[in-house]
């Protein structure tokens, strides 16, 4: 498995900004939803709470999505979570994050993207 993401949001006025390689992918078809976990490459942050040595080059990463159809048929926005560290969610590393599939009804804690396009596929 190959793959590369990148995430960057603004909070606070302080940039939230990861690069990482896919390390591990779990998808649930059915519900358009899928579960990634890789390996920080890049940490461009420049707020202190995202400097920690828990988010370095090379340490696990993890975040989901679910796609929710594409353009105007959509049935709403794409969706994702922020990005999950060791610790988040009960999980040491990205290939336990993606083998437990975690979900909160209601699709709680995801946000909605601002710009992308998320396709989930078996």
């Given at each position: 498995m190959t793959g590369t993401f990148r995430?960057?949001?603004?909070r606070n006025g302080?940039?939230?900004?990861?690069?990482g390689s896919v390390t591990c992918v779990t998808v649930d078809a059915v519900n358009h939803r899928a579960w990634v976990g890789g390996v920080v490459t890049v940490n461009n942050s420049t707020d202190p709470n995202f400097q920690t040595a828990i988010h370095q080059v090379g340490r696990?990463?993890?975040?989901?999505v679910v796609d929710n159809?594409?353009?105007?048929?959509a049935a709403a926005a794409d969706r994702t979570?922020?990005?999950?560290f060791t610790g988040a969610a009960g999980f040491t590393t990205s290939a336990q994050y993606c083998a437990?599939?975690?979900w909160a009804a209601g699709d709680?804690?995801?946000f909605p993207l601002v710009d992308g396009n998320i396709q989930v596929r078996p």
């Amino acid at each position: 498995m190959t793959g590369t993401f990148r995430q960057s949001r603004v909070r606070n006025g302080l940039l939230i900004e990861f690069e990482g390689s896919v390390t591990c992918v779990t998808v649930d078809a059915v519900n358009h939803r899928a579960w990634v976990g890789g390996v920080v490459t890049v940490n461009n942050s420049t707020d202190p709470n995202f400097q920690t040595a828990i988010h370095q080059v090379g340490r696990d990463v993890w975040f989901r999505v679910v796609d929710n159809g594409e353009g105007a048929h959509a049935a709403a926005a794409d969706r994702t979570t922020v990005l999950g560290f060791t610790g988040a969610a009960g999980f040491t590393t990205s290939a336990q994050y993606c083998a437990g599939q975690p979900w909160a009804a209601g699709d709680a804690n995801t946000f909605p993207l601002v710009d992308g396009n998320i396709q989930v596929r078996p």
